[in-house]
């Protein structure tokens, strides 16, 4: 479904999120990265190593698809597994050289998408919007959580 002008905001978001996705995949592909793997590059960056588990939750991706998303970038140099020190049967990711190497450069390419996106925008409506879309995440939340 197209937006409308009176499309509801989950249609706007939705839209919005797909648009982005597209833009930032193109922004990262020559570096040899996809939009869905920077969650899991932010989180190794800031507190790696951690486990599997973990990064699906803090990237808010389903286990399953965050072991085929780990096995590709496994694949492509940018993470590598070692055992838990604490338990054997947990695998702990970090970043390599190479995923670490490329942070910089993914970081620098979302922010471009960022500024793009909110050309024209004054900096109080940008803390307005990030107010309402935290509530709103927020909401979304809740909702899952229920779910459980």
């Known amino acids: 479904m197209l937006p409308t002008p009176s499309s509801p ?16 995949d193109r922004r990262l592909r020559p570096l040899g990265l996809a939009f869905g793997q920077v969650p899991v590059l932010a989180a190794l960056g ?12 803090l990237a808010r991706i389903e286990q399953p698809s965050m072991a085929q998303l780990l ?15 604490d338990d054997r ?5 970090s970043l390599t050289a190479e995923g ?7 970081h620098a390419a979302l ?7 909110l050309d024209g925008f004054s900096p109080d409506e ?12 927020a909401n979304l939340d809740a909702e899952l959580a229920d779910q459980r």
């Open 9 to 24: 905001p989950t249609t706007l978001v939705n839209t919005a999120a797909r648009v982005l996705a597209r833009i930032n």
């Open 46 to 57: 800031q507190g790696g190593p951690l486990s599997q588990k973990e990064l699906a939750r």
């Open 71 to 85: 096995a590709r970038m496994e694949r492509d140099g940018l993470v590598e597994r070692a055992p838990d020190p």
């Open 89 to 93: 049967r947990v695998s702990l990711i």
């Open 100 to 106: 670490q190497a490329k942070l910089p450069q993914a």
């Open 111 to 117: 922010l471009d998408t960022n500024s793009r996106a």
């Open 126 to 137: 940008i803390v307005v919007l990030q107010g309402l879309l935290r509530r709103f995440l």
